[in-house]
């Protein structure tokens, strides 16, 4: 008894040993978290907040979830969805005296690179500085290049750890409409340093400082609403919707149905919905942070390797991902890249093309890019290009398309071998040329008015030359000029750098085609596009056809001899000596995968300037026409009216003009669209025999 005694009091002392050790540590605190990269300037994004909305409920503390303006105009609302940014915070926040506590780092990451701060361990203090750039539209709101009044006001606070007491002051800077001298701009007005008081005390958990949200911003000049008691959420705000002074809120602007309050019930309903996980379909959107990352310069070395840097993005990068309807985990889904262009983000190639095609006829009966997503079953991915003119093929363009990817491959389940991509202008040229760099992940492309950063012959390698791809051109373009010079042309681009080169390429005019809306009058060209890429049904190679007036059948002869009669559903006519033949006949006797026949619309300024034509794609040849007319458009070639630049268009008498024109107009029958057929095939490569 005595001996067990003995060791029972040995482990007795051991565990007080123990726990006097543990306590120790639990004492010593960490070392305390080191100052953040200071603020270096203004940049210009692609994609701005004005509320960060923070929950406190503990199992989804982590996220926050922030709503979304476009920058380059923020009189601008989105029309077709409101734009919830998800965001996963590094650190857990947590409450302390009923008062929600998040780590600064986090903060700093949030408002990066407008916020910077100083930690002196020793005295236990730190400061803040924060910018915020008010903007007014002076001049041109709506438009692609509005005139807008750049006021800059910087905040600085100054707080310590376990200590309420604070200051706070700001230094308002001379407004200016060149973003280029916002940092220049001189001071116009300074506060100064005021007494403020925190809702508690900040803390430091394992090295890391936290500040009572609320509170903290406060002091740096956000508007808070805090509706945490009702419903859970917490918003800051840069502007208060009651600031009318701001473009934000402007009373002069309509508000298209989407709320000025950052905390609505509609709003609440949504946030619990994506933070439960019960909306995981429909448009989404998420983020990433991303700090100083290795890009690839897009350059090589001398011995063709390529060259790397170091890029400092320091940016909360956001993404729309839209789920379709009939998405179902179980079973991997077809997805494409949608890229934007030079003065869009993420949103754009959803809502402008959206905007138009609400006035759009559409064979299917489908008005929303959503709608076609949903018709063809396919995950659609519109990464944000981090700032005005983004170069998607190299630099942290790059790096957030491979980024944003491998998030969405970890939330929802993605076909590798069903993979494709298109984009519009600076998106068009980043398509193309990250498809030079990674090829073997896409089956195919659909770039549409390339502009920017498009790449040239010398640029062209396999992965691209082999690419089945439609390329598309807007005849109206006063963006990206139809037939211009090279470098801010599609046509004569396509024209010097392409045609002859890529193997496995058709080349289609949207006439009248605008250079935001374009992209929305070739939705259904697009997705069958991607769709024949999977398709492994050989096309017919048809090599002789013979066709008599008033016979409803065809004599159709294939390669290696086969002969076949093909029934038709219109017996051919003769008129005015040529032989008429029905455009859906001819898709019977070529094979209906590959004799594509599409009604294409596009108008440039207003609806009731709607121009329509009959697209048919076959053989890599895309040519349009317009019943009742003679009016012929072979593939990129060039016709009177179309840009030159911004102001003048092709002259008639421009040598480069194609005159070619049908014999006979393309007329309707009964429904059908009747051509002269024997010149209309002689534009794809085949013959037809009359009898």
Known sequence: MQGHSSGAVARLLSFAALALLVAGCAITPAPLEESSRPIAGYLDYSWDKNSVLFNTRERSRR??????????DPSLRYNNAEALVRHELDH?????????????????????PFMSYSVDATTQRFTVQHHFFRKRVAAGSGSRAPTIEYTRIAWQGAYALGSTAATSSSTTHAMVTDRNLIDKAAVAGA?????ATLAVAPVQRNGRIYVPVASFMRTLGKAITDDTAASGYLAVS?????D???DLFNPGYANRGLPNTPITPAR??????????SIDRGNLWFSMYLGDIRVFSGKADANGQDIHVMSAVDRIVPYRLYVPARYDSRQPSKFTFNLHGATGNENAPFERPNDHLKHHPSALGLNSLEAYADHYNYIILSPNGWTRGPVWGSGPGEQIMLAALEQVRQRYSIDPQRMFIFGNSAGAAGAMSFVRRHGHLFKAMAPTAPGGSKPYAADLNDRILDMPTVLSCFAADVTVFYAGNARNS???????NLRGRMRNLTTITVENGHHSFGPASLYQITFDHFERALDRTPPRNVTAVRLGAGQATATVSESGGATSRVKLAMAPVREGGALMVALDDLARIYGERDFRVYDVHAYNQKPADMVSVKTVLFNKVSVNIKPGERFLRVGGTIHPGDTLDAKTRVAADDPRVDTRSLSVPARSSSGRIMVPVVEFMQLFGKAVTVE
């Open 490 to 496: 599609c046509q004569t681009w396509y024209a010097e």
């Open 63 to 72: 996220t926050v979830l922030m709503d979304t303006f476009y920058p380059f």
């Open 191 to 195: 506060s100064a340093a005021a007494a």
């Open 268 to 277: 609440v309903k949504t946030m619990n919905g994506l933070l439960d996980g």
């Open 244 to 246: 009318t002074a701001d």
């Open 92 to 112: 857990r926040p947590f409450m302390q005296d009923g008062v929600l506590m998040v780590a600064l780092s986090d903060l700093r990451r949030i408002y990066a």
């Open 238 to 242: 840069h502007v208060a919707p009651q």
